[in-house]
């Protein structure tokens, strides 16, 4: 068991340090997001934040769908699609940094 260990404790480390880095940085940044978010109307946070759950589960739903070989939906719904998350991301930016609401 050790000797298996052994051959990949470099690997090993790697995997642990960027793990580290990865939730230094979250503890780092997310103080900033609190700063963005005083002040935001929480119902169109709301709103956004249970469009980009609504879409998951739907990404989701046609991943299974796609798995079994039973997704009739063509390419191009797939690549309108695709642009949803690029504007749910404009809206959110644009209700943190703008505050149109």
Request: hydrophobic residues 60%; positive net charge.
């Amino acid at each position: 068991m050790q000797a298996w260990i052994s051959g990949y404790y470099l690997w090993i480390k790697v995997v642990h340090l960027i793990a580290i880095i990865a939730w230094m940085a979250g503890l780092f940044y997310l103080p900033r997001l609190f700063v963005y978010h005083v002040g935001v109307n929480a119902k169109s946070e709301a709103t956004c934040v249970v469009f980009l759950v609504i879409f998951q589960h739907l990404l989701d739903y046609w991943r299974k769908q796609l798995a079994l070989g039973t997704c009739v939906r063509t390419a191009s719904f797939f690549r309108l699609i695709n642009e949803v998350p690029t504007l749910l991301l404009i809206v959110i930016i644009i209700s943190v940094i703008i505050k149109p609401f």
